[in-house]
């Protein structure tokens, strides 16, 4: 019997099989070592910020530390600023739109579950807190520089919500949610920085539903 085509199929799709696994091990070893520039870079934006302010260096020493290019700085930080906060410069979260818009589910829970995908793609892990809060101790306008980034990612989202309920952009129902859902973003952030074990996630939503027992009381 010839079974050579047979062979010849299976050996098509073992070569495809191996080909898909070394691409995916390549793409997991980039991600990581992506993930580990980023790291380095926000840790020594704040190294030096708690040691000289944010005025008290520049971009270039930042690179020089860690060992990149002022145009590798860059692509992963619009500013020291957000270096700093390690709020990444082309964070393409447009796939998480795209899923909160689709999703059917209650509104404060998707729109919950919308901030824990986007908190998760952060990396930002409590080991990071002391080195953050020195950074902040040192330059207190960065307060300001997060409160203005925290009041266009809520115009974003109440445009995203009224998009996704289909309501007009002027609805008061589309920022309340927003507001809402943002007002217990800010102590789940605080409490998780804490390093009270829990995982962002479980925080945010015991929280949620918290505040459901109380509007229902």
């Known amino acids: 019997m010839n079974d050579g085509g047979e062979t010849e199929v299976h050996f098509r799709a073992d070569r495809a099989t191996m080909h898909s696994m070394t691409e995916s091990a390549s793409r997991s070893l980039r991600d990581r070592q992506l993930a580990e520039t980023a790291r380095r870079l926000r840790a020594e ?3 030096l910020t708690a040691e000289r302010g944010l005025a008290g260096f520049t971009v270039e020493e930042v690179c020089s530390e860690v060992g ?3 145009r590798t700085f860059f692509n992963y930080f619009a500013a020291k600023e957000n270096a700093v906060l390690g709020i990444p410069a082309r964070a393409d979260t447009s796939d998480l739109d795209e899923a909160f818009l689709a999703s059917e589910g209650e509104l404060l829970e998707s729109l919950a579950e919308l901030h824990i995908a986007r908190w998760e793609r952060l990396d930002m892990s409590p080991a990071e807190v002391p ?3 020195a950074a902040f101790t040192k330059a207190p306008q960065l307060v300001q520089h ?3 980034l925290a009041a266009l990612g809520e115009r974003e989202d109440t445009a995203l919500v009224a998009r996704r ?6 609805d008061e129902r589309a920022a ?5 859902v943002g007002a217990l973003l800010r102590p789940t952030v605080s409490e ?4 009270t074990g829990d995982d962002f996630r ?7 539903a918290l505040a459901r027992r109380l509007f229902s009381a």
């Open 45 to 47: 934006a704040r190294r």
């Open 68 to 70: 990149v290019s002022r």
């Open 131 to 133: 080195a953050l809060v």
């Open 146 to 148: 997060l409160l203005d």
């Open 165 to 170: 309920e289909g309501w007009s952009d002027d």
């Open 176 to 180: 309340t949610a927003v507001q809402l």
């Open 192 to 195: 998780y920085f804490a390093g």
């Open 202 to 208: 479980s925080l945010l939503l015991r929280r949620l």
